[in-house]
């Protein structure tokens, strides 16, 4: 108890000192985006910013300097504005792009449309000039289905130019909304503190941006290291941090609105989640700001995730979920999915950029802003403690009339989802959590959500992944004690599957030459057949064999990629590369505890089908009292 009422004290002086957040008198034309010419790092391609399409070109974060002869086309992720979105979602029908220039060149405005094909807007021949303001004042129009406005710069024989402080900028409005950012951290002290760096080092540029929250769970703390001093001396009175129980990502999160609605003035605020262990481009914070303060009404804005470990990749354009099949990050119609920006469509031969406009389901909590409007509207988010909290949001907030919004050129690198196995303790919660989201925002249809479990269950076992099947058993039995689940923000429940999953030797990653009773030498790699064509003819005979205990390999190891249910089926002991392809999991074949957690299994997903809507009431019945800020006060000890 000492140790939480020290948590507590801390938390109360970390607050203490907070102003009151209030809207602003707007000072000047709004900054919508800058036009940037490098990354926030040496890892992040400059031609995601800038493309040099020929001669030589000189790139550096504010500023190009062009050769004679050379081409610079702003047609990138970074470099475009998003012309479609603002057309559709803001009051704003102007946009103004403005640089600074020396030397002689050309400067053209060029837009796109749904179909990516490029037209030139405006232009202008620059010759002799030194520091010179060059502005476009372009109108929003034409864009209303697709397409994006940019900057482009040439020099020819004899010329050269120098473009820097490129900004987009926008009329304001009559106040400019408060904002603040929410960093949730758990033991990533190091990452965190290179984003609480990144900002303080742009806080200058950062004119709509109130104050950083950061809400620390872990006990690695971020204040433990040589930087934080300095750091928080950068940030001065903007940086709120705060240590509080581990309450997961929602808890976490949820902070920061929590914070927010404390010390408000107005319901014009903005609060702008962000995750600890993204390599974060700081002119997010601009364009996904003005953009919600200049939207015809409050909505959601998400920021798209590229992935870090192949930064020149977009994860998705937009996504939803297909709730009462527990399939979430499925990319719209006609949204670019794990797209190399730097690469050209297959079909069309056309650079990948996201012309077509798109209507998000949801938008992933990497980088995502909540106009406080919605949290007086629908209350807070569930405590889910992991997974699936920012979709049940968004669907909750859609439902109450506020879209969301997935902005393009507004984003930052996350690890890669690739490279995180799925075979986790968090599954549990991906189960659990959606389960609770599809009783709550579809018309939960019980037999086909079974048939879908029923079939995870049994590949799961024919895959001989034993500590997976009752990862997804106590997801359904902890669904079925109804929203009690929910009441101390998944502590418990995430210490139970933890210690539950410990009893499976397949859940362990071992070192690939040091698998524990299995000789290094004496694992080949035995690849996959085809995906079978009769699926089910072919899943009905691995269960037989299954059941009589065949198997047509001993051994063998199996590539990540090929550890499919109908290949695993095969082997009596398979090795397989765990997804961080940092080592391999060890899948043995028991009956004895196939044939145990297939009964369970399948009487606990008959269970849900015979009281699943009774359950389903309960939590409808509960979301007011679990979404109070009395709840979460409670939750934060507070």
């Not at 060149?105 to 449309?113: F, H, I, K, P």
């Not at 703390?221 to 129980?245: C, E, I, T």
């Not at 119609?333 to 730097?342: G, I, K, N, P, W």
Request: charged share 25%; with cysteine.
């Amino acid at each position: 108890m000492a140790g939480r009422a020290t948590t507590r004290a801390k938390t109360a002086a970390a607050t203490k000192e907070q102003t009151t957040f209030s809207e602003h008198t707007p000072h000047g034309r709004l900054t919508a985006q800058r036009g940037l010419f490098s990354g926030p790092s040496p890892v992040v391609p400059k031609d995601l910013y800038a493309e040099v399409r020929s001669g030589l070109a000189a790139r550096s974060r504010d500023s190009v300097v062009l050769e004679p002869a050379t081409t610079v086309s702003g047609n990138t992720y970074f470099g475009r504005f998003p012309a479609s979105y603002w057309q559709r979602w803001t009051t704003a029908r102007e946009v103004r792009v403005e640089a600074v220039v020396t030397g002689a060149g050309l400067l053209a405005v060029r837009a796109s449309d749904i179909e990516g094909e490029p037209r030139t807007v405006a232009a202008q021949e620059i010759s002799d000039a030194e520091l010179t303001v060059v502005a476009f004042d372009l109108k929003i129009d034409k864009f209303f289905d697709g397409g994006a406005l940019w900057l482009d710069l040439e020099t020819e024989a004899g010329q050269r130019l120098t473009v820097e402080r490129v900004r987009w900028t926008v009329e304001p409005p009559e106040r400019i909304r408060p904002t603040a950012v929410t960093i949730c951290t758990m033991n990533r002290a190091d990452d965190c503190l290179s984003n609480l760096r990144a900002l303080a080092d742009d806080l200058a540029s950062l004119d709509t941006l109130d104050a950083i929250y950061v809400a620390d769970q872990g006990t690695d703390r971020v204040d433990s290291r040589d930087g934080f001093a300095q750091v928080a001396k950068d940030l001065g009175d903007k940086l709120r941090y705060l240590n509080q129980p581990n309450l997961g990502g929602a808890g976490g999160f949820t902070r920061g609105l929590y914070e927010v609605a404390g010390h408000t003035e107005t319901e014009h605020a903005n609060v702008l989640f962000m995750d600890d262990d993204v390599l974060l481009e700081p002119d997010l914070i601009i364009r996904m700001t003005a953009f919600s303060n200049r939207t015809a009404n409050p909505i959601i804005v998400g920021g798209q995730m590229l992935n870090l470990l192949h930064p020149h990749q977009l994860h998705v354009g937009a996504e939803y979920a297909r709730l009462n099949t527990l399939e979430p990050g499925l990319p719209v119609e006609h949204s670019l999915t794990t797209a190399d920006l730097l690469g050209v469509d297959e079909e069309t031969g056309k650079p990948n950029r996201q012309e077509r406009r798109l209507d998000a389901g949801y938008n992933g909590w990497w980088s995502c802003l909540i106009p406080y409007e919605v949290v007086k509207a629908v209350g807070y988010p569930l405590p889910f403690f992991f997974q699936w909290d920012d979709a049940e949001y968004s669907y909750r907030a859609r439902a109450h009339g506020f879209p969301t919004v997935t902005l393009p050129g507004a984003g930052v690198w996350h690890a890669d989802f690739f490279w995180k196995d799925w075979d986790e303790w968090h599954r549990y919660f991906n189960l659990r959590n959606s389960i609770i989201t599809a009783a709550l925002h579809s018309d939960f249809n019980l037999n086909l959500l079974c048939r879908v479990l029923t079939a995870q269950l049994v590949r799961y076992l024919l895959g001989m992944q034993y500590g997976l099947s009752h990862t997804l058993i106590k997801a359904i039995e902890d669904f079925l004690q109804g929203p009690e689940i929910l009441r101390d923000g998944g502590v418990s429940a995430m210490k139970e599957i933890r210690e539950l999953r410990a009893r499976y030797p397949e859940t362990i990653r071992h070192d690939a030459t040091n698998v524990p009773g299995i000789a290094s030498n004496d694992i080949g790699i035995i690849n996959t057949a085809p995906r079978p064509t009769l699926q089910r003819l072919t899943l009905v005979k691995r269960v037989i064999d299954r059941l009589r205990g065949r198997s047509k390999f001993s051994l063998g190891a199996i590539p990540l990629d090929e550890a499919h249910w109908w290949h695993v089926g095969l082997f009596e002991t398979a090795v397989i590369t765990d997804a961080s392809q940092e080592g391999v999991r060890v899948r043995k074949y028991d009956r004895d505890r196939m044939f145990k957690l297939g009964k369970h299994g399948l009487s606990v997903i008959n269970r849900l089908r015979k009281e699943g809507r009774a359950v389903q009431d309960q939590y409808r019945r509960a979301v007011p009292e679990l979404t109070s800020r009395e709840n979460w006060k409670r939750l934060y000890e507070l």
